[in-house]
């Protein structure tokens, strides 16, 4: 099974600012099948990035992935207000299909 | 709109049974594979498994593996988990999802189908 870390477990930062999360595996996974989502309080989760580094339908860009092999990053390049929840990256790379523990976004 | 409708959660005691359902609407439902993900209270989110269109191909998270099966009936557009030899840690949102986007990732989400094994 591959293991996805996630890091920080929380991250404060204020509007504004650039926010930088951390997937790392356990294991290589090929890029095209690292995702991220963000979800909020009551909420289901939203598929925010595809394929590492492509942006779903309707995702600002403010919001970008990069990374390969077993290091990946997701960036918000200027918080809003309504960016502030929990994102999760997951693997497709090998069954089962993992989801990291999640990095909780939080205002300063 | 496209959409997907959990239903089937409730309270069950340890051991108990349960079967969720997930009704899809709004798109050709045999052609995509579908996806049960859970999410206990405060934690985060656990892939739980998985099935191809066709239903002729299923995967499990090994927590459930064994308990758990994962069906579908494309005739009525449903999706389905039996829950079976339910455990106090299978208290859960469980949420079914798919993708519509042609690439690796969970696109379209219901709103989730709460679970609580409690005795």
């Known amino acids: 099974e591959i293991v996805l870390t996630q890091s920080p477990g929380t991250l404060s930062l204020s509007p504004g600012e650039r926010a930088t999360l951390s997937c790392r595996a356990s294991?290589?996974?090929?890029?095209?099948?690292l995702v991220w989502y963000q979800q909020k309080p009551g909420q289901a989760p939203r598929l925010l990035i595809y394929?590492?580094?492509s942006r779903a339908t309707g995702i600002p860009d403010r919001f970008s992935g990069s990374g390969s092999g077993t290091d990946f990053i997701l960036t918000i390049s200027r918080l809003e207000p309504e960016d502030f929840a929990v994102y999760y990256c997951?693997?497709?790379?090998?069954?089962?299909?993992?989801f990291g523990q999640g990095t909780k976004l939080e205002i300063k | 709109e496209v959409q997907l409708l959990e239903s089937g959660g409730g309270l069950v005691q340890p051991g108990g049974s349960l079967r969720l359902s997930c009704a899809a609407s709004e798109f050709t439902f045999s052609m995509y594979g579908m996806t049960w993900v859970r999410q206990a209270p405060g934690k985060g989110l656990e892939w739980v498994s998985a099935i191809s269109g066709s239903g002729g191909s299923t995967s499990y998270a090994d927590s459930v593996k064994g308990r758990f099966t994962i069906s579908r009936d494309n005739s009525k557009n449903t999706l389905y988990m039996q829950m079976n030899s339910l455990r106090v840690d299978d208290t859960a949102v469980y949420y079914c999802?798919?993708?519509?986007?042609?690439?690796?990732?969970?696109?379209?989400w219901g709103q989730g189908t709460t679970v609580t094994v409690s005795s």
């Open positions: 294991q290589s996974v090929s890029s095209t099948y």
């Open positions: 999802a798919t993708t519509m986007g042609g690439y690796y990732g969970l696109d379209v």
């Open positions: 394929g590492a580094s």
């Open positions: 997951q693997q497709y790379g090998s069954s089962p299909h993992t």
